[in-house]
């Protein structure tokens, strides 16, 4: 009875230290999937940190392409009246040589009335020339 109860209490013992074992060797891994957890978590935020570093990095380009694109667009618009006042400008040079070729018609004309005035004048000289050549005859 004494091997009995020696045996039963080697038997428990060695239930006893196997528990143990076993204890601690699921402590021991819920420490590692504890670590592990852990570390899934940090990685995670440095992944969405790192995210979102890129995110405004990207809404900085995007805020600095509209700024660039609405700047575009006001030089487009500068350009615009830019090609208004030259269209413009060129109408008025346009008007500006028909007043020139107006004024050259005036001057022709002027020195065409001169013209004949000058031969207005020649004729009323030879008129008076002939009056005087018949009187002059008249008297002989």
Do not use: C, P
Not at 18 to 38: A, K, L, P, V, Y
């Amino acid at each position: 009875m004494k091997n009995e109860i020696e045996e039963t209490r080697v038997k428990r013992n060695r239930r006893n230290e196997e528990n143990e074992n076993e204890i601690e060797e699921t402590s021991e891994n819920e420490n590692e999937i504890e670590e592990m957890i852990e570390n899934e978590i940090e990685q995670t935020r440095e992944n969405e940190i790192e995210k979102t570093s890129e995110n405004e990095a990207e809404i900085e380009k995007t805020s600095a392409n509209k700024n660039d694109n609405e700047k575009e667009i006001e030089e487009t618009s500068d350009n615009g009246k830019e090609i208004e006042e030259t269209s413009d400008n060129e109408k008025k040079i346009e008007e500006m040589s028909d007043n020139g070729k107006e004024i050259e018609e005036t001057s022709d004309n002027e020195k065409l009335i001169e013209e004949t005035s000058d031969n207005e004048k020649e004729i009323e000289e030879t008129s008076e020339n002939e009056d005087f050549e018949e009187t002059s005859e008249i008297k002989k």
